[in-house]
Antibody
């Protein structure tokens, strides 16, 4: 069964850091782009970051560039999101998602999603 | 303000057909980039229900169909069922934005 399981969420003070992790199973992890998408309570989906299947390329939304860093470990089948200088606006559920396989479009669509992990930034 | 524009809500009675629109621009849908649709049931993670504008993932019923015209796309659901009630998000790629993965603001589908 294809599965993504996020962990690492929690409560952090403004200006603090948090590292999210996503454990993948049931598919060839090294063949897929991996994404992070977030959703504030009652709001829509917002793409955060992606990493290419071979780890050679990482891309970020403007709102997190310079503060967040994505990485992957193909030996462990994990993708992490290091989040620094967190602000209240970063409060959201963070979803890990797999880039799809169709027509080499995995860099911009997601076919499998995890259940998410909640990040709360508050003093 | 989302790059892709969706109506906040649509509704229909069981058995009816509804469509959800997604309006973009010449830098995303109008530039020829594919559209995806995700269904998010209350309290759950999003689920892909349409990719490449017109393709249904395995397991998604053929009551769901996608289309595109110019800079807009639509998701149609026929034979509406109670468990179709969810939030639906369109998504595409925008060449004018760094990162470039863009979502619509979401549409709440209510089955009357």
């Amino acid at each position: 069964e294809v599965q993504l399981v996020e962990s690492g969420g929690g409560l952090v003070h403004p200006g603090g850091s948090l590292r999210l992790s996503c454990a993948a199973s049931g598919f060839t992890f090294s063949s897929h782009w991996m994404h992070w998408v977030r959703q504030a309570a009652g709001k829509g989906l917002v793409w955060v970051s992606r990493m290419k299947s071979d780890g050679s390329s990482a891309t970020y939304a403007d709102s997190v560039r310079g503060r967040f860093s994505i990485s992957r470990d193909d030996a462990k089948n994990t993708v992490d999101l290091q989040m620094d200088s967190l602000g209240v606006e970063d409060t959201a559920v963070y979803y890990c998602a797999r880039g799809g396989s169709w027509a080499a479009r995995g860099y911009y669509y997601m076919d499998v999603w995890g259940k998410g992990t909640t990040v709360t930034v508050s003093s | 303000q989302s790059v892709l524009t969706q109506p906040p809500s649509v509704s229909g009675a069981p058995g009816q057909r509804v469509t959800i629109s997604c309006s973009g621009s010449s830098s995303n849908i109008g530039a020829g980039f594919d559209v995806q649709w995700y269904q998010q049931l209350p309290g759950t993670a999003p689920k892909l229900v349409m990719f490449g504008t017109v393709n249904r993932p395995s397991g998604v019923p053929d009551r769901f169909s996608g289309s595109k015209s110019g800079a807009s796309a639509s998701l149609a659901i026929t034979g509406l069922q109670a468990d179709d009630e969810a939030d639906y998000y369109c998504q595409s790629y925008d060449r004018s934005l760094s990162g470039s993965v863009v979502f619509g603001g979401g549409t709440k589908l209510t089955v009357l």
